[in-house]
């Protein structure tokens, strides 16, 4: 049985000789906590035949997500993955030739690189295929540090739609700010207070209003939640996450200070390590102090 | 029917041209590369019925860009932040007509390239996919098949755009 070759290539603008117009595109999907990235790029394996059908397996090394700071992340899983390849460059100097792409796949290494594994064959006296196109699209996760959660309330506390809440919802989005921050210590404090918080990472709400989560329904039926994140979180630090209402997102009944948030679940403080690189689950609750 | 031969070509829908055939786009909200907020997929296949009669044994190479214009257009309060593209081969021809001189008689060679590719917009912020195409020997290369991936930046949503959902 012929011996399949293997040919590596590169898709990183150190390597124009590998593929042409690699380009990566790294969207933050938020919820859930996934990122999509979107690989396009012409693949140069120069493939030639000289007379039978010559096959050839060519890996196409994809290049990694980069963080916030310019260092790349690892690929820690590959959720899901779509991806195509296509003829894109080839010549023949006979008038019978076969030009193939026979499949496609991606794989996750174990050093957290994305790989494209296509086989491709070509049949001539003499063929070329010199390029063909990909595009992958992945569902990943990667090495970045995060805390993540939700911030719900029951439906008679707030709702866009219910008249009788304790507090009327005037927008479905922007109605929290998201901060991890660190209380340095105070070490003139004779209560072992400390001074006051300093943020070291600003969260987002990842969604919109929606309706309480199945495992919610049952403590606030008919309530609502949005979901947050807090990327690029310090490692090895004691951080505590803050929630606050954004101005005018909600209008009590009663006093405008009468509406708080406590966390219900997670750890406080929160430390991320590198073994432990994401705190899912930290939920907040909205609460009417008159009512508690 | 066979357009002229001339580079740049410049593929589109408008103005009773019909070169987009299966043309299909969408766009979603997303969080993120900063400070991009849509994604928008364009694809399609574009026909551009390049014919040539040349010989490649004795004749160059042919080459130069193709603009496949897309429907899609920014808002003029939208910025594009980035954008990716893939285009294939979608259907080509070889023809033996000039009876190529390369080898013998029989002997045709053919060369068909999809060399280089990138998203931008025009001037008046429709997506266009830029494809630098090298074609030798005596053959037709008539359709190219794209997707385009674009990030969007777009000020204000509303309804009607189908980015709210």
């Known amino acids: 049985m012929k011996e399949i070759k293997i040919q590596s290539l590169y898709a990183d603008k150190d390597h124009p000789q590998d593929v042409s117009s690699p380009k990566m595109l790294d969207i933050f999907l938020g919820t859930p906590v996934h990122h999509l990235l979107i690989y396009t790029g012409i693949a140069i394996p120069e493939w030639d035949s000289q007379s039978s059908a010559d096959p050839e397996q060519v890996q196409v090394h994809l290049e990694r997500p980069i963080g916030s700071d310019g260092n790349p992340f690892n690929v820690t899983q590959l959720v899901h993955y779509t991806a195509t390849v296509g003829l894109a460059s080839i010549e023949n100097k006979d008038s019978d030739f076969v030009f193939a792409t026979e499949d496609v796949g991606v794989s996750l290494t174990a050093g957290g690189e994305l790989v494209l594994v296509s086989n491709i064959s070509v049949t001539g006296e003499p063929s070329w295929l010199h390029r063909f196109s990909y595009q992958v699209n992945a569902i990943i996760d990667v090495d970045e540090p995060l805390i993540s959660g939700i911030i719900f309330w029951s439906a008679t506390l707030a709702s866009p739609t219910d008249e009788n809440a304790t507090a009327t919802l005037n927008r479905t989005d922007d109605l929290f700010t998201v901060r991890a921050v660190v209380i340095p210590p105070a070490p003139d404090n004779p209560f072992g207070g400390g001074g006051p918080p300093q943020v070291v990472a600003v969260g987002e709400v990842t969604g919109t209003l929606l309706e309480q989560p199945a495992d919610f329904q049952a403590r606030f039926p008919g309530g609502f939640s949005v979901p947050y994140v807090i990327r690029n979180v310090p490692l090895d630090v004691p951080v505590h996450v803050q929630v606050e209402i954004q101005p005018g997102a909600f209008t009590p009944h009663f006093s405008p200070t009468d509406l708080d948030l406590r966390q219900v679940s997670g750890p406080d403080p929160i430390t991320l390590t590198l073994g432990h690189m994401k705190e899912p689950n930290v939920n907040f609750e909205l609460f009417s102090k008159q009512l508690h | ?165």
Request: proline content about 4%; aromatic content about 8%.
């Open chain 2, 1 to 165: 029917m066979a357009r002229e031969k001339n580079f740049p070509f410049h593929l589109d829908n408008i103005e009773g041209h019909n070169d987009l055939i299966s043309y299909n786009s969408w766009c979603i909200p997303i969080r993120g590369p900063a400070p991009a907020n849509v994604l928008a997929t364009i694809s399609g296949i574009a026909a551009l019925d390049l014919d040539t009669d040349d010989d490649l044994g004795t004749e160059s190479k042919k080459e130069g860009d193709v603009y496949i214009m897309t429907l899609f257009g920014l808002k003029p309060t939208d910025t594009f932040v980035d954008g990716s593209a893939v285009v294939t081969l979608a259907r080509v021809c070889s023809d033996d007509s000039t009876k190529g001189t390369f080898f013998d008689g029989d002997d045709v060679p053919v060369l068909f390239a999809l060399d280089d590719v990138e998203v931008g917009l025009n001037e008046v912020k429709l997506v266009h996919i830029r494809v630098h195409i090298v074609v030798g020997g005596d053959i037709a290369l008539d359709k190219i098949a794209f997707q385009a991936n674009v990030l969007i930046h777009r000020e204000q949503f509303a309804s009607t755009d189908g980015c709210d959902y």
